[in-house]
């Protein structure tokens, strides 16, 4: 797979004219393209420019607003809820985690649930916004209903990701960022690129049945909470799938369960939603509220250091610590260039043509 | 497996009496009493009467104190840091809680980190303590080290729990409360009582390899994270249980990783501490820092409402909403009684008998 290199600044620029052409405010524009290709840098594909389409497809169904109001709708010292008024969740959630690290910087803790958004980009982008400020970020969404809780054969939940990003000293930060799904959806779509099957314990038919099949959920099938049966635990990446729902949503004011409105425009939303849009949840703590800010980042750096000079099993070097892969993978590709599939680069060729956007990278 | 029943009164006083005969003041031992008896009624059997010798040969071994000066050593107006000083995490952990919940009430949410505490009992209870104020309950812990992060075979982590309580209207709360592993140990206990073998997936050898020995970790074997293996997102477990390890003793200035002082007091705790005892770190959000209180109960009603009436596999007949399981068993068990292993019954009588304590239960 030797996918053609392109540089982030014209990428970005791609995105940035292209949020531009559908209204959106310069500085919303910027943080949607910053949001959206930090995806592509990370090397979390599914969710970068791949997904441009997709956003501009909702717009024009009337189901993301350019110009959003976004605003507090009720708050305490260490809490608020953010209406995203139907916006990008790419300008939304960096919006509501703004809110949470001002909450924090004068209670120790903010905590944001946000209703009336969209899909938000990588959980990660978000929740690491609290690194710089010396403080844990945390942030969590829920999703289109994809996912069957154990023993059930109806798809209630999304993937519904959870990210918690921890500040170290002179090691990196940890970041831990992943759906609470065995596996996301983002690799059973490579699977089907690939034309390939899925191992067992990612899926499951229409029935509740075992399936391999890449393409299972276009048959009603779904995807399974991490642990992926009850012998290993699935009712617990259930636990944590709910958990995500509810903070989200319920908190809130968004639509919960089945009822989240679906990301692509072919389905149509829930004909009668329990609340506005999709929500999301964001945490922010100063680690100074908890001890030293000195003291806490060398014990972390301890922490990091231990963990990845653990004794290893055969074959593999050292420990991956969370956050590892993703921070590679931004150095590789700022130096060397961002890979696309070229079903990708078509789409977003088509896409510029139609939004009238010019592409300045070579064909 | 028809085991004897006894009444939770009569178990109650077996456990107070021997608190008191450690030295504990009467609320202290009230209070471990309570939390201890609550994993028995909640039918985690692990955790309850079963572990009460456990606790005084820790206190014998001069690793607990049974009179510790609880006090608060740092605070913001949303956060604080308990010192257990080296208590009984039975007692420790509502000491912690209640600071966790009265933050709350002034500032929106309340955020606990605890040092110099022991094994806690089980999470639910502490969690549980924030519903019926109408807030939102969580509680985590780390625990002696046996677990291996993914591509390890160093044992670095424990079995670090999550519980996440939620309060409702009509329906009964939502409580998730659960190991971050594939399975916790009390299920292999089970297993090796009845000699039997463990399924793939919970457990690996000294070297890294799956193991179905349910004995595996006297060989020095571990327990792997939720998820078995990386195909199944092992590393997604990992990332859970080393979130609530970072937040419970980074944070806290406890004991972190395989520096965590062993459940068991034949294991010398390690020879160069990094921290304080073990860590638990504790949360409480007033829902109505979000919503009036009663929309929010009308949702989680709803929620639960849905999710319960789902479409199940053949041959189950609803799905299990977190919590249904514990609460029954306390039903039943306030109803008809507790069972006991006896085994557990045997080494009850015999440490009552080296405590002085009467056991006012029949032969």
């Given at each position: ?54 956003y ?17 709708v009720?708050e ?75 023993f ?8 519904n ?24 959806n ?5 699977l ?28 009603g ?34 639509n ?8 692509v425009?072919?389905?149509?939303p829930p ?27 060398h ?24 956050g ?14 961002i ?9 977003l ?15």
């Amino acid at each position: 797979m030797n996918e053609p290199l392109f540089s982030y600044s014209s990428l970005w620029q791609v995105a940035f004219d292209t949020f531009r052409a559908m209204g959106c405010a310069d500085d919303h524009a910027k943080t949607a393209s910053d949001v959206l290709l930090s995806a592509d840098l990370r090397g979390i594909d599914s969710h970068g420019l791949a997904r441009l389409s997709g956003y501009v497809r909702l717009w024009e169904a009337n189901r993301i607003n350019s110009k959003p109001n976004l605003r507090i709708v009720h708050e305490s010292p260490s809490t608020a809820v953010v209406d995203g008024d139907g916006g990008l969740g790419l300008v939304v959630a960096p919006f509501a985690m703004k809110v949470a690290i001002n909450k924090a910087q004068a209670a120790g803790t903010g905590w944001v649930a946000v209703k009336g958004s969209n899909h938000f980009g990588i959980a990660g982008y978000h929740a690491m916004m609290a690194l710089p400020h010396d403080m844990i970020g945390m942030a969590m969404t829920n999703a289109s209903p994809l996912v069957a809780p154990t023993f059930s054969v109806e798809r209630l939940l999304g993937t519904n990701p959870i990210c918690v990003a921890i500040p170290a000293g002179k090691q990196p930060p940890f970041v831990a960022d992943f759906a609470t799904t065995t596996a996301a959806n983002g690799k059973l779509e490579i699977l089907q690129r690939k034309n390939e099957d899925a191992p067992q314990g990612w899926i499951q038919t229409q029935e509740g049945s075992p399936s391999t099949n890449a393409n299972e959920l276009k048959l009603g099938g779904a995807l399974i909470p991490l642990g992926s049966d009850r012998e290993h635990g699935s009712h617990k990446g259930f636990c944590l799938g709910a958990w995500v729902d509810i903070f989200s949503a319920v908190l809130s004011g968004a639509n919960y369960g089945p009822w989240v409105p679906p990301f692509v425009s072919f389905l149509a939303p829930p004909a009668h939603p329990v609340g506005e849009g999709i929500g999301h949840f964001f945490g922010a703590m100063r680690v100074d509220a908890f001890r030293p800010a000195d003291d806490f980042k060398h014990h972390m750096d301890q922490w990091i250091a231990r963990f990845r000079a653990a004794k290893t099993v055969e074959g593999v070097d050292k420990l991956i610590i969370p956050g590892d892969p993703e921070r590679e993978s931004e150095i590789e590709r700022r130096a060397h260039g961002i890979p696309l599939n070229p079903k990708v680069v078509d789409d977003l060729r088509a896409l510029a043509k139609k939004m009238k956007v010019k592409v300045n990278f070579p064909d």
